[in-house]
């Protein structure tokens, strides 16, 4: 019965966050007239005042921000003069603003029985950017998951099955260490994991248009986050093998631990989709983690050194796992 409620109170809520508009605000914006704060009251429009010109026009032309705005008071008519800045990474919710705009304009121009004179002028541009396709948001998400899947349900079954049939102890009569035993499991499905991950970039790549802003060397960065995820998620499965009495108790054991990553970590949609309350939680898990840095890292050319904070968060999460698979982890 659980599962299935999992996936009620995900699809219901799915779209309960609504579509947001990232409007850039310009640093000599004025925000005290009565177009700044009109769009201050709109929830569709967040507005963003703490970043940088630069910064901004980072995020505009990778399609990390919607808009940008700049409104500059005149002293002659008209009052003001709107300079709106959209891109072509981000076409439909440009689209979205615009015409939200025109409304706020349209009513401001248009009550009484005699028109006022016009509010503002607004002189458009569009900056150049990268398309951002779906590929590109569901191939990271894809790969994640599939390390996840691997990482514990792989796991899990490999070493209970070792465990029941007694091959672990069978080990112990040989001069073979127990580290070996689980460096061997986990050094081989790392290379095979790593050659699915590089099969799967490569397909997306040549056959869809997946982007890799970097050539190999994104492709590398994207190798190494699998690594770190995979290791993430092997822990999970040591954790499952200890505590599991059969087999047929892993599949329920493994889906509690990755069903709700599948399903709110952004593996198929954004979590900006998700109410607020589904948003913290999905905040917390580390596979979303794994897939913003993997699209940071393919998409924006991100480095490994300017995802710190995702790293930070997989860190966090490697310890906490391996500390409570150590305990839980049982050779016979």
């Not at 925000?31 to 970043?51: A, C, D, F, R």
């Not at 950017?129 to 490999?158: C, H």
């Not at 490569?202 to 060397?217: K, N, P, S």
Request: aromatic share 12%.
């Amino acid at each position: 019965m659980a599962f299935p409620l999992i996936f009620i109170i995900v699809f219901a809520n799915l779209g309960g966050g609504g579509v947001t508009v990232d409007v850039g605000v310009a640093k000599t914006c004025d925000t005290t007239g009565p177009i700044y704060q009109t769009l201050k009251k709109i929830s569709v429009v967040h507005l963003i005042t703490n970043e940088s010109t630069d910064q901004m026009a980072k995020n505009l032309s990778k399609g990390n921000m919607d808009v940008i705005i700049d409104i500059q008071k005149n002293n002659t008519r008209p009052p003001y003069t709107l300079n709106v800045q959209y891109t072509n990474s981000s076409p439909q919710k440009g689209g979205i603003f615009k015409s939200l705009l025109q409304s706020i304009l349209y009513q401001m121009n248009s009550y009484g029985s005699t028109a006022p004179p016009a509010m503002a002028v607004v002189r458009e541009a569009t900056v150049k950017g990268r398309e951002y396709k779906y590929i590109d948001f569901i191939l990271p998400g894809m790969l994640g998951f599939s390390l996840l899947s691997s990482g514990v349900f792989g796991t899990a079954f490999v070493f209970l099955s070792l465990r029941i049939t007694l091959v672990i102890k069978r080990f112990f009569a040989t001069p073979v260490r127990k580290y070996s035993i689980v460096l061997g499991e986990a050094l081989a499905r790392l290379v095979f994991s790593l050659l699915g991950a590089l099969f799967i970039i490569a397909i997306g790549h040549y056959w869809f248009g997946f982007t890799l802003v970097h050539g190999i060397t994104t492709v590398l960065n994207m190798l190494v986050l699998s690594a770190i995820g995979l290791i993430i998620f092997m822990g999970f499965g040591f954790i499952i093998s200890g505590i599991a009495k059969n087999e047929s108790s892993i599949p329920p054991l493994s889906n509690i631990i990755t069903l709700p990553q599948f399903l709110l970590s952004g593996t198929f949609f954004s979590t900006s989709a998700f109410p607020k309350v589904l948003q913290s939680i999905s905040d917390v898990l580390p596979l979303t983690h794994l897939n913003n840095a993997m699209r940071e890292v393919a998409f924006e050319g991100a480095g490994l050194g300017e995802i710190t904070h995702q790293l930070l968060i997989l860190g966090i999460w490697f310890v906490c796992i391996y500390a409570v698979a150590v305990k839980t982890f049982k050779w016979e």
